[in-house]
């Protein structure tokens, strides 16, 4: 597709997002479509998962690879859970839901949830399953068995900490495809995640911001476990996908390459903060010296003894 063409349409989409009215969100549900409709006919000359990113309403182009992923795997109306999605308005799942009108479940601590998730969204077009939860390694077996009634095509998670800890307690094979944010300042190779802290927050642990989550060579071998295999990143180098190996990807996704973890740790974006909350946009070394105090599991030795970041990286 004419990537000119592309970022006109992703502006105006922008633009409608901000407006907030019945008649914008209209809109913006008709040109996403457009969009998306354009780009599929490109699919099977993608080669790595990130040229099929488009965003309307994740928080990067996660939009356009989980399309990319439903048509290839030939999901009909695909269901999915996501865990962490702030109001809505920016999630992973939310074009799955404003495209399919599929079930779903979303989880997230955000205060009055439903309400926020409303104003983004009409419950009468599907069937979606709000609810408000705190979500722990101890509760997500029963936050499942209790709230999902389907299989589970897409599983995302992004709670900005504890996300490892939450996956090692997931049953193999829960979804046809896992979508996790990982740490790349944890660097390509070591195994490292932050411990399995109660209650934990990610600005109160660590004023950076940048101490929480897991590396994703870490996922890799846990997602191995569980059943799945890595097929690619997102292009920010924050979110990995998985898919789950009953579709092997010699035969789903043979054109896609599978990109180093050197080169899928190279994050492109900065989001770190001084000491005063301010962001200071640090490099992805002068990441690393910020926190090379913070305390981790090397899941390589074990999954209880804690080490200093400085003495594993």
Not at 35 to 55: C, G, H, P, Q, W
Not at 114 to 131: A, E, H
Not at 235 to 251: G, Q, Y
Not at 254 to 263: A, D, G, H, P, R
């Amino acid at each position: 597709m004419n990537s000119f063409y592309k970022k006109i349409i992703q502006s105006i989409i922008k633009i409608l997002k901000n407006l907030k009215s019945y008649t914008a969100k209209k809109i913006l549900i008709i040109l996403s479509n457009i969009l998306i409709l354009k780009s599929r006919k490109f699919y099977n000359t993608y080669t790595l998962l990130e040229d099929a990113e488009l965003k309307f309403f994740s928080q990067n182009g996660e939009d356009g690879i989980i399309d990319f992923l439903v048509k290839k795997l030939n999901l009909k109306k695909p269901s999915f859970v996501e865990i962490g999605i702030g109001d809505y308005s920016e999630a992973n799942t939310r074009f799955l839901y404003e495209m399919y009108y599929g079930k779903g479940l979303v989880v997230d601590i955000n205060k009055d949830l439903k309400k926020k998730v409303l104003s983004n969204v009409s419950l009468w077009r599907g069937n979606l399953n709000i609810l408000e939860k705190s979500v722990s390694s101890e509760n997500i077996n029963e936050i499942l068995n209790n709230n999902v009634d389907f299989d589970i095509d897409i599983f995302s998670i992004d709670i900005d900490g504890l996300d490892y800890w939450v996956l090692n307690q997931i049953k193999a094979k829960i979804s046809k495809v896992i979508i996790l944010e990982y740490n790349s300042i944890f660097g390509s190779e070591k195994e490292l995640t932050i411990p399995n802290t109660k209650n934990f927050d990610r600005t109160k642990a660590h004023y950076s911001n940048l101490y929480y989550g897991a590396s994703l060579k870490s996922y890799v071998s846990l997602m191995n476990e569980k059943g799945y295999y890595l097929l690619g990143v997102n292009r920010l180098r924050n979110n990995a996908f998985f898919i789950n190996k009953d579709f092997p990807k010699t035969k789903y996704f043979e054109n896609i390459n599978i990109m180093s973890l050197v080169e899928s740790t190279k994050s492109n974006f900065c989001e770190s903060r001084d000491i005063k909350g301010n962001l200071n946009y640090l490099n992805n070394e002068e990441k690393v010296k910020e926190i090379l105090d913070c305390e981790v599991v090397n899941l390589q030795i074990d999954k209880t003894s804690l080490y200093k970041i400085k003495d594993v990286i």
